[in-house]
Nanobody, 127 residues
Framework: QVQLVESGGGSVQAGGSLRLSCVTSGYTILRRCMAWFRQAPGKEREGVAAIYTSSSGDDLTYYNTSVKGRFTISQDNSKNTVYLQMNSLKPEDTAMYYC?????????????????WGQGTQVTVSS
Protein backbone atom coordinates (compact mmCIF):
# COMPACT_ATOMS: atom_id res chain seq x y z
CA GLN A 1 0.00 0.00 0.00
CA VAL A 2 1.41 3.36 -1.03
CA GLN A 3 1.30 6.21 1.45
CA LEU A 4 2.53 9.79 1.24
CA VAL A 5 2.53 11.55 4.60
CA GLU A 6 3.22 15.27 4.84
CA SER A 7 4.32 17.20 7.91
CA GLY A 8 5.86 20.53 8.83
CA GLY A 9 2.97 22.86 8.20
CA GLY A 10 2.02 25.57 10.65
CA SER A 11 1.39 29.25 11.19
CA VAL A 12 4.06 31.86 10.59
CA GLN A 13 4.28 35.56 10.01
CA ALA A 14 5.10 37.04 6.64
CA GLY A 15 8.79 36.77 5.90
CA GLY A 16 9.13 33.59 7.92
CA SER A 17 10.14 30.10 6.86
CA LEU A 18 8.79 26.58 7.04
CA ARG A 19 10.10 23.23 5.88
CA LEU A 20 7.60 20.65 4.71
CA SER A 21 8.42 16.96 4.58
CA CYS A 22 6.76 14.14 2.68
CA VAL A 23 7.63 10.61 3.69
CA THR A 24 6.62 7.89 1.27
CA SER A 25 6.06 4.24 2.01
CA GLY A 26 5.50 1.50 -0.50
CA TYR A 27 6.88 3.80 -3.19
CA THR A 28 10.49 4.47 -4.15
CA ILE A 29 11.08 8.08 -5.16
CA LEU A 30 14.41 7.56 -6.94
CA ARG A 31 13.94 8.11 -10.70
CA ARG A 32 10.36 9.11 -10.05
CA CYS A 33 8.88 12.57 -10.38
CA MET A 34 7.64 14.03 -7.09
CA ALA A 35 5.89 17.33 -6.56
CA TRP A 36 4.24 19.70 -4.14
CA PHE A 37 0.86 21.22 -4.88
CA ARG A 38 -1.20 23.66 -2.87
CA GLN A 39 -4.82 24.68 -2.68
CA ALA A 40 -6.11 27.87 -1.10
CA PRO A 41 -9.77 28.24 -0.10
CA GLY A 42 -11.91 28.94 -3.13
CA LYS A 43 -9.05 28.33 -5.55
CA GLU A 44 -7.96 25.47 -7.75
CA ARG A 45 -5.12 23.23 -6.73
CA GLU A 46 -1.86 24.42 -8.30
CA GLY A 47 1.58 22.96 -8.73
CA VAL A 48 4.31 24.55 -6.65
CA ALA A 49 7.49 22.58 -7.29
CA ALA A 50 8.61 19.26 -8.75
CA ILE A 51 11.77 17.20 -8.68
CA TYR A 52 13.28 14.24 -10.47
CA THR A 53 16.47 12.59 -9.31
CA SER A 54 18.31 10.41 -11.81
CA SER A 55 20.21 7.27 -10.88
CA SER A 56 23.44 9.27 -11.19
CA GLY A 57 22.20 11.63 -8.51
CA ASP A 58 21.45 14.62 -10.73
CA ASP A 59 18.39 16.61 -9.69
CA LEU A 60 16.02 18.25 -12.10
CA THR A 61 13.80 20.79 -10.38
CA TYR A 62 10.85 22.84 -11.57
CA TYR A 63 9.04 25.74 -9.90
CA ASN A 64 5.88 27.73 -10.25
CA THR A 65 6.94 31.29 -11.07
CA SER A 66 5.14 32.54 -7.96
CA VAL A 67 7.56 30.69 -5.66
CA LYS A 68 10.78 30.65 -7.67
CA GLY A 69 13.66 32.04 -5.65
CA ARG A 70 11.79 31.55 -2.36
CA PHE A 71 11.01 27.83 -2.26
CA THR A 72 13.42 24.93 -2.73
CA ILE A 73 12.42 21.34 -3.39
CA SER A 74 14.79 18.53 -2.53
CA GLN A 75 14.69 14.86 -1.67
CA ASP A 76 16.58 12.26 0.32
CA ASN A 77 16.35 8.98 -1.56
CA SER A 78 17.73 6.98 1.36
CA LYS A 79 14.77 8.15 3.45
CA ASN A 80 12.19 8.21 0.63
CA THR A 81 11.45 11.75 1.70
CA VAL A 82 10.75 14.90 -0.29
CA TYR A 83 11.18 18.35 1.23
CA LEU A 84 9.92 21.82 0.46
CA GLN A 85 11.89 24.61 2.08
CA MET A 86 9.78 27.75 2.04
CA ASN A 87 11.44 31.09 2.77
CA SER A 88 10.19 34.68 2.61
CA LEU A 89 6.64 33.45 3.04
CA LYS A 90 3.79 35.71 2.00
CA PRO A 91 0.12 35.73 3.06
CA GLU A 92 -0.76 34.54 -0.46
CA ASP A 93 1.21 31.35 0.24
CA THR A 94 -1.50 30.35 2.72
CA ALA A 95 -2.94 27.04 1.56
CA MET A 96 -3.14 23.32 2.15
CA TYR A 97 0.05 21.81 0.75
CA TYR A 98 -0.01 18.36 -0.80
CA CYS A 99 2.75 15.99 -1.74
CA UNK A 100 2.22 14.07 -4.97
CA UNK A 101 3.82 11.26 -6.88
CA UNK A 102 3.73 12.26 -10.54
CA UNK A 103 3.50 9.95 -13.53
CA UNK A 104 6.00 12.02 -15.50
CA UNK A 105 7.73 15.33 -14.90
CA UNK A 106 6.87 16.39 -18.44
CA UNK A 107 3.33 17.07 -17.15
CA UNK A 108 4.40 17.76 -13.61
CA UNK A 109 1.72 20.31 -12.64
CA UNK A 110 -1.18 18.65 -14.42
CA UNK A 111 -3.55 17.27 -11.75
CA UNK A 112 -4.52 14.51 -14.19
CA UNK A 113 -0.93 13.29 -14.09
CA UNK A 114 -0.91 12.42 -10.40
CA UNK A 115 -0.24 8.87 -9.39
CA UNK A 116 -0.70 9.31 -5.63
CA TRP A 117 -1.63 12.16 -3.28
CA GLY A 118 -0.81 12.80 0.34
CA GLN A 119 -3.40 14.03 2.83
CA GLY A 120 -2.01 17.56 3.04
CA THR A 121 -0.53 19.88 5.63
CA GLN A 122 -1.83 23.38 6.33
CA VAL A 123 0.37 26.44 5.94
CA THR A 124 -0.94 29.77 7.20
CA VAL A 125 0.99 33.01 6.74
CA SER A 126 -0.19 36.11 8.55
CA SER A 127 0.66 39.67 7.59
Amino acid sequence: QVQLVESGGGSVQAGGSLRLSCVTSGYTILRRCMAWFRQAPGKEREGVAAIYTSSSGDDLTYYNTSVKGRFTISQDNSKNTVYLQMNSLKPEDTAMYYCAAIITCSTRFDPDGIRYWGQGTQVTVSS
